[in-house]
């Protein structure tokens, strides 16, 4: 993980724990191209956790956007997750 990345998940950590009180429910926003495989593997991360996914394809059917509401227990698990979709090509995280 590059210097910047990192220091961004730190950032993000020190967020979330400031403001949250743990365990809470957190909202992940993703965008992907637009494939079986790349819509799978994001759903198949949160998997048996309760959450709660939300799909919708662009205009053109290139990108989809995934809404994924579900409670997490600490800002580090938070982070967990979003190392774990970042192998995904072409995959944007807000």
């Given at each position: 993980?590059?210097k ?11 967020e ?42 662009s ?12 409670t ?11 190392l ?10 807000f």
């Amino acid at each position: 993980m590059d210097k910047k990345t990192e220091e961004f998940y730190t950032r993000l950590k020190e967020e979330l724990a400031n403001t949250s009180a743990w365990p809470s429910e957190y909202l992940y926003k993703f965008i992907v191209p637009t494939t079986l495989e790349n819509v799978m593997e994001v759903e198949n991360t949160f998997n048996n956790m309760g959450a709660v996914i939300k799909t919708h394809q662009s205009k053109t059917g290139k990108f989809t956007s995934i809404s994924i509401n579900v409670t997490m227990e600490n800002p580090e698990k938070v982070v967990e997750k979003y190392l774990q979709v970042s192998n995904i090509e072409g995959i944007i995280s807000f």
